[in-house]
């Protein structure tokens, strides 16, 4: 049996969102540094930055309740079974 406790599926969620954050801020010193410093930049920048903020609040908000030591299986060799109608 393979199962896996749900804080790996945090520390994947962690590791895209540095990810995310390392892209956010070379589009902003890029901006910054380039001096495109229109309406259109800010405003797409405001958006990314408002949409991640209500994807974090979102994630919070979701995962107060959760116990994350818990264990998910994955692989089970008795669904393999004999007897066992899966569909």
Do not use: C
Not at 40 to 46: D, E, G, P, Q
């Amino acid at each position: 049996m393979l199962s896996v406790p749900l804080s790996s599926f945090i520390i994947i969620y962690l590791i895209a969102l540095a990810v995310l954050g390392v892209f956010f801020a070379i589009n902003f010193f890029h901006i910054v540094l380039t001096g495109t410093t229109s309406f259109s930049s800010f405003l797409i920048t405001l958006f990314v930055l408002a949409s991640v903020t209500l994807i974090l609040y979102g994630t919070w908000y979701f995962l107060q309740g959760v116990d994350l030591s818990q264990q998910i299986t994955i692989w089970n060799n008795s669904w393999l079974g004999r007897g066992n109608n899966l569909f």
